[in-house]
């Protein structure tokens, strides 16, 4: 079953409204076998969602719409879906009475509007949506399965949920079965010279997905006998995880500041932080894991000189002779910070995130990490870019990788 | 002029990734006279994108495109415009010299990969893109102005900002004047009561974005005249913002953390904070700011209860008297923090940021908060939601309010 998925609505056009819809639509589908072939947005005009609705209505067997179903006057989805299947409209006894019951509840009066609200496509069934007063609304036209549903995302979600999925896997027969491979440290090019030549003995797509130091590689195939495919992916998934080796960190929704709270976990150690040019945003990283308290002892933001002295007890000669951005004082700082804070393992960051404060020798993007235990630390130096949050971003990511590794090293 | 954005990845489909880039674009686009006609969403598969190409080439002067651009096999954006355009691919020197530099900066090998990239459509005009590997490309082909960008948000931001839209006001000629007012503190409906009355007296469109505990009001008017629609737009700014009062905090992209720094700068003060359930993420908000080291000091991460002790002298027996969520501890952590780091002005937050740790007396979601300086505090207990990261956002956007309203006051 291929399907297509129309949004309509002017505010998505100028960008004030970004479409999570489709994500969430063309999700839902993928995981019962559909494939979304294209997604559409359109304006609130009649001949242009018109249009859209025949070229949708070409290539595929299910048509998805949201948008354009309230009360106001640019909300016409109705009347180009009765003039595209050639119908008219009745009034919904069903849907006055609901609205009715609902609006008593709330003390709101019904007006006109409500009334015009309630007239329906004659060859639609509709589906009840307790979460709003529009009902979606479900046509098989000529070879095609057309359903309508309000924009609202939790009205769309509910329908999607209790009405439309429900019917769509009763008649599907495709299976689609996908696993995410996640990789921190490697470019996407080195990447694929790794996994390019262990895909050829598997018969399963894939596709990569960069972002800020990080690639995700999402492995799948579709078809009709589920355990049969399930498997060739499994395969495919532990000879690519083999292939990659130490970049690989993790599946699926799994973070790397999940895998990196996982390993603390299981070796049961204890993480404490010490952060400059990061400015809490590695700390934030790791307690955006639900349960992070157990492993995460808690940190020292020294954006200042004297907070590096004073809390971390960085000696002011040192900054003096090697500057606040050098291997030397990220040493300092997480000699001093698990002095103080009684926690097994220690990070430190200092860096330029720019725009200002770059030399000649130091630029903007040059950032310095240590990770380890007192005793025994690994520091390095990298140099980022110019783009003040990308610098701050890319240079936690680069430190949780440090320490994964020196996790997995000792 | 009539644009259509195409956007180009399975990732779209199958609900993997949002696209968010589509929005960005639609609203710069708008912002300089150029409506977005229709926006559609293509597989990695050539056939698809080819017919994308001509639906669009169609019916716009304009076509935009997202996606495709990288290194690997699924990316095949190039092929497809070269298909479409009929001409062949050459080797850029110039890619390939930029690639070369970049990559010798972090020590990473150029592969066979990496010179396939370099290959590029004889027709293409070359965008240079400072964010990344792969440039942008312009084609003027039959009546329509064709651009492909990569897919990656910074880089295709970099690219229309720098490249696209210059070229693309050049030739515009419909003006679009809008202001941004930036509220936090108050809700839509109470602001619409504020606002509504002010607007029937000015000929201006607005509208309401909302979100976590602010609220954007963007009022905007459209025609040919810039100089008299600006001050139209203009003469509604103030009035509106005077109806608004204390919420009122900034102007288009301000946002709170910087307006806070600005009143900072104003009455040459120093900040420094005390963070338990937030973990960074105020600090990271604070230092997001470029030039925020001017006066932000620094911080301690107090997650675990030794740290609250140790860093910042709160009382073990305080703790216990009064568990760690309460403004007794936090006004303890402000004073703890103000006594070890010289700073004028402290924040300090301690909450349940869930999932676990709730209490019937203190259920997840409960916060306090304290600002203010050595013997000047000011103190909140609040109760936000149940999602952990809503929590954490919302008690640093409700903190960041409390010092600006306590500079407000003193």
Same mark, same amino acid.
């Given at each position: 079953?291929?399907?297509?998925?129309?949004?309509?609505?002017?505010?998505?056009?100028?960008?004030?409204?970004?479409?999570?819809?489709?994500?969430?639509?063309?999700?839902?589908?993928?995981?019962?076998?559909?494939?979304?072939?294209?997604?559409?947005?359109?304006?609130?005009?009649?001949?242009?969602?018109?249009?859209?609705?025949?070229?949708?209505?070409?290539?595929?067997?299910?048509?998805?719409?949201?948008?354009?179903?309230?009360?106001?006057?640019?909300?016409?989805?109705?009347?180009?879906?009765?003039?595209?299947?050639?119908?008219?409209?009745?009034?919904?006894?069903?849907?006055?009475?609901?609205?009715?019951?609902?609006?008593?509840?709330?003390?709101?009066?019904?007006?006109?509007?409500?009334?015009?609200?309630?007239?329906?496509?004659?060859?639609?069934?509709?589906?009840?949506?307790?979460?709003?007063?529009?009902?979606?609304?479900?046509?098989?036209?000529?070879?095609?399965?057309?359903?309508?549903?309000?924009?609202?995302?939790?009205?769309?979600?509910?329908?999607?949920?209790?009405?439309?999925?429900?019917?769509?896997?009763?008649?599907?027969?495709?299976?689609?079965?996908?696993?995410?491979?996640?990789?921190?440290?490697?470019?996407?090019?080195?990447?694929?010279?790794?996994?390019?030549?262990?895909?050829?003995?598997?018969?399963?797509?894939?596709?990569?997905?960069?972002?800020?130091?990080?690639?995700?590689?999402?492995?799948?195939?579709?078809?009709? /006998?589920?355990?049969?495919?399930?498997?060739?992916?499994?395969?495919?998934?532990?000879?690519?995880?083999?292939?990659?080796?130490?970049?690989?960190?993790?599946?699926?929704?799994?973070?790397?500041?999940?895998?990196?709270?996982?390993?603390?976990?299981?070796?049961?150690?204890?993480?404490?932080?010490?952060?400059?040019?990061?400015?809490?945003?590695?700390?934030?990283?790791?307690?955006?894991?639900?349960?992070?308290?157990?492993?995460?002892?808690?940190?020292?933001?020294?954006?200042?000189?004297?907070?590096?002295?004073?809390?971390?007890?960085?000696?002011?000669?040192?900054?003096?002779?090697?500057?606040?951005?050098?291997?030397?004082?990220?040493?300092?700082?997480?000699?001093?910070?698990?002095?103080?804070?009684?926690?097994? /393992?220690?990070?430190?960051?200092?860096?330029?995130?720019?725009?200002?404060?770059?030399?000649?020798?130091?630029?903007?993007?040059?950032?310095?990490?240590?990770?380890?235990?007192?005793?025994?630390?690994?520091?390095?130096?990298?140099?980022?870019?110019?783009?003040?949050?990308?610098?701050?971003?890319?240079?936690?990511?680069?430190?949780?990788?440090?320490?994964?590794?020196?996790?997995?090293?000792?």
């Amino acid at each position: 079953m291929k399907a297509t998925l129309l949004t309509v609505g002017d505010e998505l056009l100028i960008g004030q409204v970004v479409d999570t819809n489709s994500a969430w639509i063309g999700q839902a589908l993928y995981d019962i076998g559909i494939q979304v072939a294209r997604i559409e947005s359109l304006p609130d005009r009649h001949l242009e969602i018109r249009a859209g609705l025949e070229r949708a209505s070409e290539h595929s067997d299910l048509v998805l719409m949201t948008g354009g179903l309230g009360p106001t006057k640019d909300d016409i989805t109705k009347q180009v879906l009765c003039d595209f299947m050639k119908c008219g409209m009745v009034f919904s006894d069903s849907t006055y009475n609901r609205i009715q019951r609902l609006f008593a509840k709330r003390n709101i009066k019904l007006t006109d509007a409500h009334r015009d609200q309630c007239m329906m496509p004659e060859k639609a069934h509709l589906l009840i949506n307790q979460m709003g007063t529009a009902p979606g609304m479900w046509f098989e036209y000529e070879d095609t399965i057309f359903v309508s549903m309000p924009g609202v995302p939790h009205e769309m979600k509910y329908l999607m949920t209790h009405e439309v999925l429900p019917r769509l896997t009763a008649s599907s027969t495709q299976v689609l079965v996908k696993r995410t491979v996640r990789t921190v440290g490697i470019p996407e090019s080195s990447l694929a010279e790794l996994v390019e030549p262990i895909l050829d003995q598997h018969q399963v797509g894939i596709a990569y997905l960069p972002s800020r130091g990080q690639v995700r590689i999402r492995l799948y195939k579709n078809g009709l /006998l589920r355990e049969q495919i399930q498997n060739e992916v499994d395969t495919a998934v532990v000879a690519v995880v083999a292939a990659i080796g130490e970049p690989f960190y993790g599946y699926d929704d799994d973070t790397l500041e999940y895998a990196v709270g996982q390993l603390l976990k299981e070796k049961g150690l204890q993480l404490a932080t010490a952060e400059s040019c990061t400015g809490g945003y590695l700390s934030h990283q790791i307690t955006s894991v639900a349960g992070s308290s157990s492993y995460f002892k808690g940190g020292v933001i020294a954006y200042a000189n004297e907070v590096k002295s004073e809390h971390l007890g960085v000696a002011p000669d040192l900054i003096a002779s090697h500057g606040a951005v050098s291997t030397q004082v990220t040493e300092a700082m997480v000699e001093g910070l698990l002095a103080s804070i009684p926690a097994d /393992l220690g990070i430190a960051i200092s860096g330029i995130a720019g725009p200002g404060g770059g030399t000649e020798e130091k630029p903007v993007g040059t950032v310095c990490i240590t990770v380890g235990a007192l005793g025994d630390t690994h520091s390095e130096q990298i140099l980022i870019g110019k783009n003040r949050l990308l610098n701050i971003q890319y240079a936690a990511t680069y430190a949780l990788n440090m320490l994964r590794k020196f996790l997995l090293e000792h």
